[in-house]
């Protein structure tokens, strides 16, 4: 198991930017993959980023060209850098772990808010 806690989430006026990062409370050196997902009022949890533990990503449609994922096992943590915010990009958004190929995503963090105002 690991806990995972998100951080810097907050307010943005559309177009501009902000990075979330997580930290988990050991080595991410050996977990499959790392992800973050989102959910706005409303609506299910979506994906948005994954990173695999072989440095592989994958980025939801919504997000691509403007949102980049990236970890760092020496510090135990997956960033997200977020540029280009739109109003659609509110929402809860969450870190995860997919400790081992054959599980899906768990252990989640408690989330952080972000809010893009037009």
């Known amino acids: 198991q690991v806990q995972l806690v998100e951080s810097g989430g907050g307010l943005v006026q559309s177009g501009g930017s902000l990075r979330l990062s997580c930290t988990a409370s050991?080595?991410?050196?050996?977990?499959?993959?790392m992800g973050w997902y989102r959910q706005a009022p409303g609506k299910q949890r979506e994906l948005v980023a994954t990173?695999?533990?072989?440095?592989?990503?994958n980025y939801a449609d919504s997000v691509k060209g403007r949102f980049t994922i990236s970890r760092d096992n020496a510090k135990n943590t997956v960033s997200l850098q977020m540029n280009s915010l739109k109003p659609e990009d509110t929402a809860v958004y969450y870190c995860?772990?997919?400790?081992?190929?054959?599980?899906?995503?768990?252990?989640w963090g408690q989330g952080t808010q972000v809010t893009v105002s037009s």
């Open positions: 995860g772990a997919r400790l081992l190929s054959i599980t899906g995503f768990a252990n």
């Open positions: 050991r080595s991410i050196f050996s977990i499959y993959a």
């Open positions: 990173i695999s533990n072989s440095g592989s990503t």
